[in-house]
């Protein structure tokens, strides 16, 4: 696995984090135990007692503590044993990893890195249920395969055209045009206007729009999109620059997604989405949460297929297309940073390492190298 | 695995490749998706697309090309891709693999080495159900133990008194007598007259039959059996020679065998059977379908059994016995094929080298060396 | 996997064992066969054919030998070949390895080292279902966990705080008190009294009693229990000595169970368990065994979560407590005659070899070194 560890991972929603019920998780092949102590507050620990590596999930929470329910060692939030049944003496070395939390956007967030690094201030700016301008269901869905992979598919949205032609109806044209590709300084952001589209949500009509979605695609594996329709002649107005969305007209909404790496070929796809307040309800969030539901499953039987052939021969290449730019970026950007974090664990920084693709990208052109 | 490669392998039953359906199969662990084209012809590619290795099993059948379904790339029956949404140009390197395909005795056959030695003429005269001689049930099963020790099992009828008392009812006597064993070109023959032996389908009848079974197991793995029984007196008076098929009396029965290896440790087992039509009808192979089904399961669970074990202790020295001979001549034939093989592969050929098995066959006699 | 092979190890309930029906059985990561014979003995092969490795368990029980059912080789008890069906003469070293069997207790019990050592005196004093003192209900569980992981557990009684509180409910002080722990030439001796406890049996009652728990752990992995209430004070009296069961008020019970190590990662768990015939009946034994079916499965649950832990990273230092003096002392004596072993077998003695463990006891202090 190559991710960045000095990231928000997404552990949770924070909705399913019930108080004083401890739960595992798997972050970059860790295993990390979560509670929700007696104050609300969210922890996180190595999921390993240092006796004899009972998983502490398997616990009791005691107030603030957590008690490893194997032979009752009992541990502080910041994984420090503070009791061991039959013993006077606490060693000082009886301690376990504590990684620094943020609850944010109706997310658990875990820092897998440096926790003096650990900078709450770079969780992405995804939208929670809190904020009362989106109408949003959510929910995950389990993966046998590498983060990575379902990373680069939703950094290439052709696949649209073809993986979700029953469920998202995208249209053989969709895949045959470029989106608009933006380098940013953890991730990517992807935009395109689609001109004169008929109304998905009313097929008869002879209305027509201009649709625009945009996304950032942000480290470690975290997607924010809004999308709406325009009247018809926006995208042109605006030289297709990107609109205001207060001036959509219809469809407006928004989907946070996040997608964590438990181990090599495990991950856990969270997804929250739904209307804009002012275009639609509570009805319309029920009927594109089945839409996504349908969806997603369908990226999931393409991605698990894909990741059993690649178990199979990792030392086969992959051969890019034009599309996958934004997927060399981001897979790039995290190459980089990879490259600087090993550096700096090696107390050294590498120089001069070349990307690990063949592919490279001159303007819009594409070349196999 | 060692397996010949240039060989037909049975990869399907013709009747079940539905027309623009495509089908993945494994052979020789490489990955293959076979499909009915819009006119009727079946191909065979290497299933992983060349672009992110999705299988192109879980793609769409458009007139005689294949399209792959996650991003829309379009193979050519030959490999070649013909179309990438989004990209004007596709690179000549854009191809996976073809193989060689026919269809023929009701079977689908893949040639799996050099496709410039393909030659159908190999194909082994296996008996399909467009042979209106024979009346013929089929079927197929999936081992997870390699195809070896299917063909070991296949090789060595002795197996009958033990394996399939309940089934074949072949009795204590069939397992005490040797058969005689013919090498040919690309297998062994092997075959067995029983004396005096009483109406297995009337056990109360007083008639007695000299009964004649005889097989050609051909690689890679195809067993073509003919039996039937015959006047008592018969195998005397032929001097235990090979009878003429069409004096049989009664019994007369074909049966089209082929193992196929999927994985290292996996294999898919088909077969056909049924008696001449002037020997039984529709309900006398149905019957005969039900032995099958409770024969063929009796050795899967002895082999499957048997692999579980020499899995966990490969380098344990099997014993040959008395009834391995046609085990052993296939096997050595395999392996010298193999050699010739690596030798055409490495540009040169190995000489000299020995057999892998330490028994050795000095007329009818077995040696343990 | 490291266990002492010069052991008697328990195979099977003798009960379990039918006459004339082979029992498939792993032992120390071998096959082992098991048949009681036409004349009720019962005996035990390596459960691998000689000829083609087909299990010997799949076969047929013929008087006091065993047929292979793949191709019909008939074993002696012996493990020595008696007749290969098509061939005169059965060369000498056909044969497969025979175990040592003893059945006592109501246990069948292998010896898994050099045959020339087995000595029926070194079977642990168990108790069988034949002694009319107690009335014992028994059972077994399969562990996806290796055994040694089991022994540790039972060597550490501490855990009933925690594991059982809802089962067995030993409070809380139990764990804060360590137990007498005395070694033992093939074991480990474990003792504790309990002052002024109520009757577990009837918590309204005033009543109060010492209660009184013994338990030898003995090679390889087997644990024989008494437990008793005497009167208020008697511990005092004993000056903490060890009682005399005769003299117990009630409450009286034995339970023996038996860890056998099946492959590296799984065991399988034999326990019988009930009252004297004077402090209980078949209604309380009863009563008990779903008392002991609730606490074996907290047990599993546990022990298989630490055992997936641990296989992630077999490398990370345990850090013993207070509780493990018992569990450390057996793993000493363990790795001493492992050591040994080897020794014999290599023709040399291995001295000086430092414990694996970094933990010594000084009398009563646990010292982290």
Redesign the interface.
């Known amino acids: 696995m190559t991710y960045v560890r000095n990231c928000w991972y997404v552990a949770a929603w924070d909705s399913d984090l019930a108080q004083l019920q401890p739960v595992p998780m798997r972050i970059l092949d860790e295993?990390v135990v979560l509670w929700r102590d007696a104050d609300g507050q969210v922890h996180a620990l190595e999921?390993?007692c240092?006796?004899?590596?009972?998983?502490l999930s398997?616990g009791r929470c005691e107030g603030i503590n957590l008690?490893?329910?194997?032979?009752?060692?009992l541990f502080s939030p910041e994984g420090q044993v503070l009791e061991?049944?039959?013993?006077d003496k606490v060693?000082p070395?009886?301690r376990v990893r504590a990684y620094p939390v943020v609850v944010r956007h109706s997310w658990v967030w875990v820092w897998m890195g440096d926790p003096a690094l650990a900078d709450a201030s770079l969780v992405p700016p995804a939208v929670g249920f809190d904020d009362d301008r989106f109408i949003l269901g959510h929910g995950h869905l389990d993966y046998a395969a590498e983060a990575r992979l379902i990373c680069?598919n939703l950094l290439?949205f052709?696949?649209l055209?073809?993986?979700h032609a029953a469920s998202f109806q995208a249209g053989?044209s969709f895949?045959?045009?470029?989106p608009d590709i933006t380098p940013l300084e953890r991730g990517v952001r992807v935009s395109r206007w689609s001109q004169n589209a008929p109304d998905i949500r009313d097929p008869n009509s002879a209305d027509r729009f201009d649709n625009y979605m945009t996304y950032d695609f942000l480290l470690p594996g975290v997607l924010l999109m809004e999308a709406a329709s325009f009247a018809s002649g926006t995208a042109e107005a605006l030289d297709f620059g990107p609109p205001d969305f207060d001036t959509a007209v219809t469809g407006r909404n928004f989907t946070s997604q996040a997608v964590t790496p438990m181990s090599g070929d495990t991950a856990r796809y969270f997804f929250s989405w739904g209307p804009h307040c002012g275009h639609g309800d509570a009805a319309m969030r029920d009927g594109m949460m089945k839409i996504a539901a349908m969806a997603f499953g369908e990226d999931k039987?393409?991605i698990e297929?894909?990741s059993?052939?690649?178990a199979?021969?990792p030392e086969?290449p992959?051969?890019?297309?034009?599309?996958d730019r934004a997927v060399t970026l981001f897979n790039r950007l995290v190459a980089s940073l990879c490259r600087a974090e090993r550096g700096q664990r090696h107390g050294s920084s590498l120089q001069g390492a070349a990307p690990s693709s063949a592919v490279q990208f001159e303007g819009d052109k594409?070349a196999?190298r």
């Open positions: 295993r999921d390993r240092v006796h004899r590596h009972a998983p398997l008690r490893c329910m194997y032979h009752g060692l061991i049944p039959g013993q060693p070395q009886a680069d290439d052709s696949h055209t073809f993986v053989p895949a045959e045009r470029l039987v393409m297929a894909q059993r052939v690649i199979e021969s086969r992959i051969m890019p297309t034009a599309h594409i196999f």
